[in-house]
């Protein structure tokens, strides 16, 4: 399945995006972010550069459309914390360690959100929506939140996101770092 929702994609289209996908994702654990080059996409998946870019408006706009495949088809975690603040630290934990698995397309993605590009800004609002009901089914439904602590939630995971990329702490002290954040927005919100 095509993660281009703006985009009703025959067989052979999701094929075509697929392979460039895939090599763009092998790119970007060769050479980086930096230096890859959307000639360089076409070139290894075997296409035009004008069919690359007939999918994806710009480079930022890939790496926006590979994080938001590589959150959109994980299924999370199996949620067994007691309580909403264990189930929520599970579920940071997990998407902690899925960015730190990808670190070449978090790198890439973290540099990409800036963009002004209306698909980026498409897709980071996906991507929050996502995490906000994520949070919200690791609450669980018995639980009274405020809107504003899912927010909150999603502003950590973001803001950890960035604080990554900009070197403050490796994508591997994510989960740590997510874990205490959880715990001091649940206890100020009761």
Known sequence: MSTLPRQSLNARQVETVERIYIESSRLLDEIGHEQLTMRMVAQRAGVSPATVYNYFASKDHLFAELFWRLLDR???PRLTGRTPVKRLQQL?????DLIASTPALSAAVNKSFFSGDPEVERLRGAIGRLWVRRFREAIGPEAEV???VLTTL???VS???LQAGFGVFTYDRLATHLEG???VIMRGSG
């Open 154 to 156: 999603a502003f950590a």
């Open 146 to 148: 405020e809107p504003v």
């Open 92 to 96: 940071v934990r997990h998407l902690a």
């Open 181 to 183: 954040a959880v715990a």
């Open 159 to 161: 803001g950890a996101l």
């Open 74 to 76: 994980d299924a999370g």
